[in-house]
């Protein structure tokens, strides 16, 4: 890929973001090292990259947030995607990935112990 921008990678695959917003892959195709079509077609305008264990999220110029790879989910992440919008960040550890909302919500992707869905956290009281 020429003109690339940022290079990331997670436990055994790599994407590139090119300057004018393309994305490419490769490595282990479950983690993310090949992107299926329905995701590569949502893959436009990206501003960056970011990985999880064995997964990558991308966020768009329209705030919009793409994930593929391994997410260790019993739900279907692509059926979720009304949720991956107005993203402001985006951060991982090995087995979870969370996404800053503008409205002020955190979404939380991957696998929280013996919880492993997608869950909005509470605002905590202390």
């Not at 090119?18 to 436009?44: F, M, N």
């Not at 919008?85 to 550890?93: C, G, K, M, Y």
């Not at 996404?99 to 997608?118: I, T, Y």
Request: charged content about 25%.
């Amino acid at each position: 890929m020429l003109d690339t921008k940022q290079l990331i990678a997670n436990s055994s695959a790599f994407a590139a973001l090119s300057k004018d917003g393309h994305v490419a892959c490769w490595g282990l195709r479950t983690s993310g090292g090949y992107i299926p079509t329905e995701i590569a077609e949502q893959l436009v305008d990206v501003r960056q990259l970011h990985a999880g264990r064995n997964c990558f999220i991308a966020t768009r110029k329209d705030g919009a947030a793409v994930v593929w790879g391994d997410f260790q989910l019993d739900r279907d992440v692509p059926s979720m995607a009304d949720e991956f919008r107005d993203i402001l960040e985006v951060a991982s550890t090995g087995y979870a990935i969370a996404l800053l909302r503008a409205d002020g919500r955190v979404l939380l992707l991957g696998s929280l112990g013996a919880e492993q869905e997608a869950i909005e956290l509470e605002e905590n009281h202390g």
